[in-house]
C-alpha cells in the first residue's frame, strides 16, 4: 500500500484512531470525498456495469411446509446465493424500530458513540468501527458499523450495550432466530440433511453477528464505496434494508452487478462462504456491494450467521455420499475468521484459504 499524503494522514487520524469514524468526519461539515476515501477509477461502479436483468427472487415463506418454497429457495440459493423473503413472521414494528434504533445510535453525540469504540468499549461483544480493516485499506470504506457479537454459551451479553438500541437489537434477533432456523433446515435438507442436531447446530449458528451499519449522506457518491465487492463468510447472512437502496450483487455473467430493490418487511437473504462449502459449490456464495448515497443517512441491519469458533467445517459428508470429490478442505472457522479481518475486502478471495 502506498504511504498517504499529510493530509490523509491527519483524516486518518481523525477518523480512525481518535474514534470519530466516517459520521464524526461528515458532521464537520466536509463538502467533498478526501483523497483517502477515493477508490481508484476502474474500481468504483460505473453505470455501464448495472445489468437490467431479472431481479433476485422474492419467496413468500408464509407456508414453511410447501415444497414450492423449499424448491424455490434451494434454486436460489444455488442460481443467485441471493434471494429476498417476505411473511417470514418477523412483525414490521420490530423491523422499523431496528432500524430506528440504528439511527439513535448514530444520531447519539460523538463523545456518546465514542465510548463503544474498539478499544474503549466496555465488553467486546459490542464495539463500534469504521470502513472494515483501515489499517489494510488504500482507500476507506464510507461507513461506520456498530457490532454485537452473540458467543455460544452466554446468557445475556446484553447487559453492557448502548442503552439507545439494546432493546431493539436483543428483540430482533429473538423474531429472528426461528426464521433462520427455518431457512438452515430448509437449505440443508436441499443437501440431503435429514435433521440439525446439536453438533451440527454449533457448527451452522452458534456465534451470529448483528451489525447497524450506517452510510453517512456523501457528497460525491460515485467516488467512493459504501462497501466493496466482498463475500460474506457466514453461513447465511440475513440483511434488513431501509428504503434507499444501495446494494448490488454480482451479475450471474460475473461483469455486472444487479440492484437489490428495498421491499418493505423483507428480510434479504444471502450464502455466506461458510453453507457454498459445506455445499461444495452447490450453493452460491456470491460477491456484493454498497454504494454511498447522495442525498439521505442510509442504514442497514446484518444478522451473519455463524459457526461457533472452535467449529470445524468442510463439505458435508451427505453431499459427498455418492463419490463426488472434495473441493475444500476442512477449516476451523476461527481461523477462516481471523484471516478475512486481516485483509481488505477482496472479492471472494477469502475462499482460497479453504480450497484444495
Known sequence: MPPRNPDSDKIFDFVVNKGNGIKGLVDTGIESVPELYILPIEERLEASKVVPEEPIPVIDVSDWGDPQVTESICQAASKWGFFQIINHGVPLAVLYAVREAAHGFFGLPNEERNKYWIGNSPTDTVTLKTSFVPQAE??????????????????????????????????????????????????????????????????????????????????????????????????????????????????????????????DGALVINIGDILQIMSNDRYKSIEHRVVANGSKNRVSVPIFVNPGPDAVFGPLPEVLESGERPLYKEVLFSDYFKYFFSKKHEGKKTMDFAKI
Open 138 to 263: 488504500g482507500a476507506l470504506e464510507w461507513k461506520d458499523y456498530l457490532t454485537f457479537r452473540y458467543v455460544a454459551g452466554d446468557q445475556d451479553p446484553s447487559a453492557l450495550w448502548p442503552p439507545v438500541c439494546k432493546d431493539q437489537v436483543v428483540e430482533y434477533m429473538k423474531r429472528a432466530e426461528p426464521v433462520i432456523r427455518k431457512l438452515l433446515e430448509v437449505l440443508l435438507k436441499g443437501l440431503k440433511v435429514k435433521e440439525i442436531d446439536k453438533a451440527r447446530e454449533y457448527t451452522l449458528m452458534a456465534s451470529p453477528i448483528v451489525n447497524l451499519n450506517y452510510y453517512p449522506r456523501c457528497p460525491n457518491p460515485d467516488l467512493t464505496a459504501g462497501v466493496r465487492p466482498h463475500s460474506d463468510i457466514s453461513t447465511i447472512t440475513v440483511l434488513l434494508q431501509d428504503d434507499n437502496g444501495g446494494l448490488y450483487v454480482r451479475a450471474t455473467d460475473d461483469d455486472g452487478w444487479i440492484h437489490v430493490p428495498p421491499v
